[in-house]
């Protein structure tokens, strides 16, 4: 198991036990990481992979709260990251995805129109080295549902934004445990924008397929 996946796991067994409830305040950092026998930087990834998900709120200047959910969501919630690693059957969706993305980018190259490249090109603004991992997320999301969209196929759009809710948490937990998250993302769809702009089908194939092996790659590892 993962180190963060191990900080996850104790904080979950902390509730679970009943030793942290909904509402109270974690322990100083410092402390909560020696009572778990575990690094300040593993714990302080755990939490803020917490805070995604609405377990834990991260007050700034006060500290760190488990939220008020009931206990039987708060345990639900601890499984949205955990269970990423139990889970290979994530792995076959992004398989699916690099063989119909591709495709899908390919067929949009001869069908977008400049409107549709300004979407793309709007989806870009406003994300900087301040945006938070749940906005990447939704860039990412709108991003390649523009992209299929604009290969005007409702059947292959139906298919694939089913996909991608599905690797949702995938690419969450990358978010998270990646460093440059941000400047990656911007540079892959940044090409990928000028490929399609220029109508290249092939060229956005590739870039697509590239885009997408880069988190299956990094999933194979993780699991």
Same mark, same amino acid.
């Given at each position: 198991?993962?180190?963060?996946?191990?900080? *996850?796991?104790?904080?979950?067994?902390?509730?679970?036990?009943?030793?942290?409830? /909904?509402?109270?305040?974690?322990?100083?950092?410092?402390?909560?990481?020696?009572?778990?026998?575990?690094?300040?930087?593993?714990?302080?990834? @755990?939490?803020?992979?917490?805070?995604?998900?609405?377990?834990?709120?991260?007050?700034?200047?006060?500290?760190?709260?488990?939220?008020? $959910?009931?206990?039987?969501?708060? &345990?639900?919630?601890?499984?949205?990251?955990?269970?990423?690693?139990?889970?290979?059957?994530?792995?076959?969706?992004?398989?699916?995805?690099?063989? $119909?993305?591709?495709?899908? /980018?390919?067929?949009?190259?001869?069908? *977008? &129109?400049?409107?549709?490249? /300004?979407?793309?090109?709007? &989806?870009?603004?406003?994300?900087?080295?301040?945006?938070?991992?749940?906005?990447?997320?939704?860039?990412?999301?709108?991003?390649?549902?523009? *992209?299929?969209?604009?290969?005007?196929? /409702?059947? $292959?759009?139906?298919?694939?934004?089913? $996909?991608?809710?599905?690797?949702?948490? @995938?690419?969450?937990?990358?978010?998270?445990?990646?460093?440059?998250?941000?400047?990656?993302?911007?540079?892959?769809?940044?090409?990928?924008?000028?490929?399609?702009?220029?109508?290249?089908?092939?060229?956005?194939?590739?870039?697509?397929?590239?885009?997408?092996?880069?988190?299956?790659?990094?999933?194979?590892?993780?699991?």
């Amino acid at each position: 198991m993962a180190v963060t996946d191990e900080a *996850i796991t104790k904080i979950k067994d902390m509730l679970i036990s009943g030793e942290l409830s /909904a509402g109270d305040r974690l322990p100083p950092e410092k402390e909560l990481s020696e009572k778990l026998g575990l690094s300040r930087s593993s714990l302080r990834e @755990a939490v803020k992979a917490l805070e995604i998900i609405k377990v834990l709120d991260v007050r700034r200047g006060d500290g760190t709260y488990v939220t008020s $959910l009931e206990p039987k969501l708060l &345990t639900e919630a601890m499984t949205f990251i955990v269970d990423l690693h139990q889970d290979e059957s994530i792995l076959e969706i992004f398989e699916v995805r690099r063989i $119909l993305e591709p495709a899908a /980018a390919a067929i949009a190259a001869g069908r *977008i &129109t400049t409107e549709e490249i /300004a979407g793309l090109r709007a &989806t870009m603004e406003n994300i900087d080295d301040s945006t938070s991992v749940e906005q990447l997320v939704d860039h990412d999301l709108v991003f390649h549902q523009l *992209i299929t969209s604009a290969a005007n196929n /409702a059947y $292959l759009s139906s298919v694939l934004d089913g $996909l991608s809710s599905g690797t949702v948490r @995938a690419r969450i937990w990358r978010g998270l445990t990646q460093e440059k998250a941000v400047d990656r993302t911007l540079s892959e769809h940044g090409a990928i924008i000028e490929a399609l702009e220029r109508g290249d089908a092939e060229l956005a194939k590739a870039l697509l397929t590239v885009h997408i092996s880069g988190v299956e790659h990094w999933l194979r590892q993780a699991l």
